[in-house]
């Protein structure tokens, strides 16, 4: 994590209340290094989208430094900030065309006509948009708005780009490709990207880092790989990806592996995340592809237990079979579509396992 | 992005590429529909059902406008134009009047004279003279009072022939005789059996009189519908007017053949042996001495000028011009009131629409701009006004604005102008400007509000963050977005100020009336409803010209008053 004196964008002890009451960002410390794409992630209402309003300049914080190259910028306007914004709705300029609308940052710094349209230019052919310049953003798609949007936020060459769920009017498909083009931009321009969505496969697939919000707070910032793979807590471990989770007590803890007595009776073994004294209560979670139906593929530490098919459905790539284990009804297996692979039937009792290390006691 | 040659439009469906591609495709024929019919065919035969419907829900609006709107606009408007009231009183004289010409003579001849005495005893006995002086008095101040004062001695022209018939034979004084020569058999008839219920019959003229004594058939026609319809008489027992006796005259005296089988013809034959021997009468001078104008050449080039049954005199008038024998010319200076009072409107009502766009646009912004409650609070007090009644707020701007109204002791009191120095802040154009100002702002606020509120302010934040000041955003990117608004706000404030009446007429003073005070005041007190029409006609043309020109310039489609 970069810290101090190479932090590009830096969040010190960050709070905001707009109606003095409740606060909407709690206390929030935040350092990202130069070039990093970034991605706050989390659902509505969770703060993201203030904090990102506070860094472009829209919202003031109610109290804490935000910093921009270690210059405090809360009292910085923000047109003066340099800093290019993507919006969901786009933004662009109805009365304009792509091409005014790109030159319309150039011409408030006074650029000269020829840098103007040389920019305009260059942006345009980056977003590989180039013979729309003379469209109107209504007689454009709404992935094309996204592209000259995006063209428009980057055409003054900021060092800093805030995207605001940019994708979040576009269809899977478009989502999909312009995710691949938003960061492959970011990576050859070298630029700083705060993105915000509520979109965790969008998250997990741009970013360097994550950080997930909830309720004003950031609950967990780490790579993609990190944020699934090990979730620091049990908010973190239901908002990414798919998860089984088993209610228990913790019955005893070692160093690396703790023992939950499960409330259905049966007792495992995990590894112990926040959980800090014996006879707390625990949420222990586990990843649906990580659970395996042919028990004879794991080691000798692994965990098995009875499970009954209750559901079984058919994905294409995947099959995802729901299950009662230990007195849930809604533990999910997903397996893959092989051609050795068995097929579920439901109402059959079968054996499931897991090894140890892929289970994680969390908070209850 | 190597999807970018084919990838955001193969997603978006047709776009007006594939969509021409689409239309090109087809170039072998008319498109059929599954019936082998012209899908062009089926299409519409769709469609005229819709419209049908859609008539008969609006039919019944439909109806009322054109009865009680359009039809009398039209019929107004009509008038701006229409003069047969000239022609239609004064028949004979339009008639003979035509061949004069003012440059020739002083005055019109001798027959001119005749036709105007029997002209004018029709006209006298039917009451007409004063409408017909008062509409010529339009173009000639004067013209009302000589035509009273004639109609007022008329009757007695051609006394003098009268006198001098009946002496010659007493049957002349028996309106039996003027019966049966001039009334048709049929309407004998018909008058003997009349029982006084009803309608009496209409008078017909004997057949052949016309071409034997034509101007005394024509008067005694209308002295017999005068008698019967104005009177309720009966022509058989009444004596023929004086003017009748002096058409006798002038037939006779005009060597009338009189067939040997017509009524009276003994009677008439001697008369006609009488006439070169009668005393006549100076028909100029009998009407010289009613009423010495008759010898004002600019009468009878008035009544020359105005004898066509439609004139464009309303329209000239309404534009300070007037009609002369020697074609269109500016009225005297100190009769020019229209232009001055057209431009001033036209002045006033700009001034008006910019100090609403000047005051409604922040209004407008804060409303759309506002979190919702005091949104609606604020709106509620934009609406206040239309709940009280435009008198009302009126009169409170002459308490609030006179000489030692409210606003001017405030400023004496708080010492921005001294007790002596009061502002004029009414009864001119300023108490105008600023009463309508008040008065016509919601119609400024609401459409610039219901065009602000969907622009969102994603825009602003955006330019913004592209490194504009709050002005340059402002000004690039918000204001172009709001210019819907504000023209639609300026079409019905403009619209609605340049016919403006209530206000101007209340706190305007002599100097803060509009043009349509003037309407009202010919529609009302002068009964001049020509001009009255013409005036509201050219308003409607100034009006309609502003829209064409806004049409052209800002296009109609950009004018939004909601979503």
Redesign the interface.
């Given at each position: 994590m970069a810290q101090g004196d190479d932090a590009f964008v830096e969040f010190d002890r960050v709070q905001k209340s707009y109606d003095g009451e409740n606060l909407v960002v709690k206390d929030l410390n935040l350092s990202m290094p130069k070039g990093e794409f970034l991605t706050m992630l989390g659902p509505s209402g969770s703060g993201k989208t203030t904090c990102l309003m506070m860094l472009?300049?829209?919202e003031t914080a109610t109290h804490g430094d935000i910093r921009l190259k270690g210059k405090p910028i809360n009292d910085i306007?923000?047109?003066?900030?340099?800093?290019?914004?993507v919006?969901?709705?786009y933004?662009l300029?109805?009365?304009m065309t792509v091409a005014e609308n790109l030159a319309?940052?150039l011409q408030?710094?006074k650029m000269s006509k020829d840098v103007q349209q040389q920019k305009v230019k260059r942006a345009l052919d980056m977003?590989?948009?180039g013979t729309f310049a003379g469209r109107r953003p209504s007689?454009l798609?709404?992935?094309?708005q996204q592209?000259i949007a995006l063209a428009?936020?980057l055409v003054?060459e900021p060092e800093l780009v805030?995207m605001d769920e940019p994708l979040g009017a576009l269809?899977k498909?478009?989502r999909e490709?312009l995710q691949f083009?938003i960061t492959?931009l970011a990576h050859k321009l070298g630029i700083t990207v705060v993105y915000v969505t509520h979109d965790q496969t969008e998250a997990l697939t741009m970013s360097d880092r994550v950080a997930v919000f909830e309720a004003g707070r950031i609950q967990q910032l780490a790579t993609p790989s990190q944020l699934y793979e090990e979730p620091q807590n049990s908010f973190v471990a239901q908002f990414i990806g798919e998860n089984n989770t088993l209610e228990g007590v913790v019955a005893e803890i070692r160093d690396d592996t703790c023992v939950v007595k499960l409330d259905s009776g049966e007792t495992i073994d995990a590894v112990p995340v926040n959980v800090s004294k014996v006879g707390e209560r625990t949420k222990v979670s586990i990843r649906p592809e990580r659970v395996e139906v042919d028990t004879k593929k794991l080691g000798p530490n692994a965990h098995t237990l009875k499970a009954e098919v209750l559901e079984f459905i058919y994905m294409g790539d995947i099959f995802r079979t729901r299950l009662r284990v230990a007195g849930i009804d809604d533990f999910v297996i997903k397996t893959r579509n092989s051609p050795d692979q068995v097929k579920l039937t439901p109402g059959s009792t079968i054996d499931i396992g897991w090894l140890p290390r892929d289970c994680r006691a969390l908070d209850a | 992005m190597s999807d970018a040659t084919h990838g955001p439009d193969n997603l978006t469906g047709i776009t007006p590429d594939t969509g021409l591609k689409i239309g090109k495709s087809d170039k072998d024929g008319p498109m059929l529909a599954a019936d082998g019919t012209p899908l062009k065919t089926s299409l519409n035969r769709a469609l005229r059902r819709q419209k049908r419907r859609a008539l008969m829900l609006i039919a019944p609006l439909l109806l009322f406008i054109l009865l009680t709107f359009i039809y009398p606009i039209g019929e107004m408007l009509f008038r701006s134009v229409e003069n047969q009231i000239v022609g239609d009183t004064l028949p004979r004289t339009v008639r003979v009047l035509a061949d004069w010409n003012p440059d020739e003579t002083e005055v019109p001849g001798p027959a001119v004279f005749s036709a105007l005495a029997k002209d004018m005893t029709v006209a006298s006995e039917e009451k007409n003279h004063t409408r017909l002086g008062s509409r010529l008095n339009y173009e000639v101040s004067g013209i009302s009072s000589l035509f009273r004062k004639t109609g007022r001695n008329v009757d007695d022209i051609g006394e003098n022939y009268t006198e001098q018939f009946v002496a010659l034979d007493p049957a002349w004084e028996d309106p039996q005789t003027f019966v049966d020569i001039f009334a048709g058999p049929r309407w004998v008839e018909a008058n003997a059996a009349y029982d006084g219920e009803g309608r009496r019959p209409t008078f017909r003229l004997a057949e052949g009189v016309g071409e034997v004594l034509p101007q005394t058939a024509s008067i005694y026609r209308d002295f017999a519908r005068v008698v019967q319809v104005e009177d309720d008489d009966n022509p058989a027992e009444e004596e023929p007017w004086n003017s009748v006796y002096l058409a006798l005259y002038e037939d006779l005296r005009d060597g009338a053949a009189i067939p040997a089988d017509f009524p009276h013809a003994a009677l008439l034959t001697a008369a006609q042996a009488a006439v070169p021997n009668f005393a006549t009468t100076n028909l100029q001078a009998a009407f010289v001495d009613m009423d010495k104008d008759w010898t004002d050449r600019e009468v009878w080039r008035t009544i020359q000028t105005y004898s066509a049954p439609y004139t464009t005199g309303y329209f000239l008038n309404a534009a300070d011009l007037q009609l002369t024998p020697d074609g269109i010319a500016w009225r005297p200076e100190n009769e020019r009131v229209y232009i001055t009072l057209f431009v001033r409107t036209l002045i006033m009502s700009t001034a008006i629409t910019v100090a609403c766009i000047l005051l409604g646009y922040p209004i407008g912004w804060l409303l759309a701009n506002l979190p919702s409650r005091q949104a609606n609070l604020l709106m509620i007090l934009v609406l206040l006004p239309f709940w009280t009644s435009l008198l009302v707020r009126t009169s409170a701007w002459k308490v609030l604005l006179q000489d030692q109204g409210v606003i001017n002791d405030l400023l004496v009191w708080i010492g921005f102008v001294s007790d002596g120095n009061r502002l004029a802040l009414i009864n001119n154009a300023t108490g105008t400007i600023i009463a309508m100002t008040h008065i016509l702002l919601p119609f400024m606020i609401l459409p610039l509000y219901s065009v602000m509120k969907t622009i969102p302010p994603s825009y602003l934040r955006a330019a913004k963050s592209l490194g504009a000041t709050n002005w340059t955003a402002f000004w690039r990117v918000y204001f172009p977005q709001s210019v819907p608004g504000i023209g639609a706000g300026s079409i019905l404030v403009f619209i609605l100020a340049i016919g403006y009446y209530i206000t101007p007429e209340i706190v305007g003073g002599t100097k803060g009336v509009f043009i349509s005070n003037r309407i009202a005041y010919h529609i009302s007190t002068s009964l001049n409803w020509g001009l009255a029409a013409a005036l509201g006609a050219i308003l409607l043309v100034i009006v309609m010209a502003f829209y064409w020109a806004y049409d052209r310039i800002v296009g109609i489609d950009n004018v939004k008053l909601g979503g």
């Open positions: 472009a300049g829209f306007p923000p047109h003066k900030r340099g800093i290019g914004m919006f969901q709705n933004a300029f109805p009365h319309f940052p408030v710094r977003v590989q948009m007689q798609s709404g992935g094309q592209r428009r936020a003054f805030l269809d498909q478009l490709t083009e492959d | -």
